[in-house]
């Protein structure tokens, strides 16, 4: 994971973190994991802003991928 804090930019933004600014967190993809109740393994992970990363907790993970990518067919 820390790859994906350390080399990418969030995939929602473009954001780059550096030592100044927010960083970028490695977010896991729980929506269509069929292991209920457990994390997924870190290939489902992706680099998201921090702030994003919170977001993508407090409105739930469909709502936040649903308007972070302008899906409407959900």
């Not at 820390?2 to 550096?18: Q, Y």
């Not at 109740?37 to 680099?47: E, F, L, N, Q, R």
């Amino acid at each position: 994971l820390k790859h994906l804090r350390d080399n990418r930019p969030c995939i929602v933004s473009g954001f780059e973190a550096t030592e100044e600014t927010e960083s970028v967190d490695p977010a896991h993809i729980r929506y269509g994991y069929l292991a209920t109740g457990s994390k997924p393994p870190h290939w489902h992970a992706v680099p998201l802003k921090h702030s994003l990363h919170q977001q993508q907790h407090q409105i739930g993970e469909v709502r936040f991928w649903r308007d972070a990518l302008a899906v409407d067919d959900w």
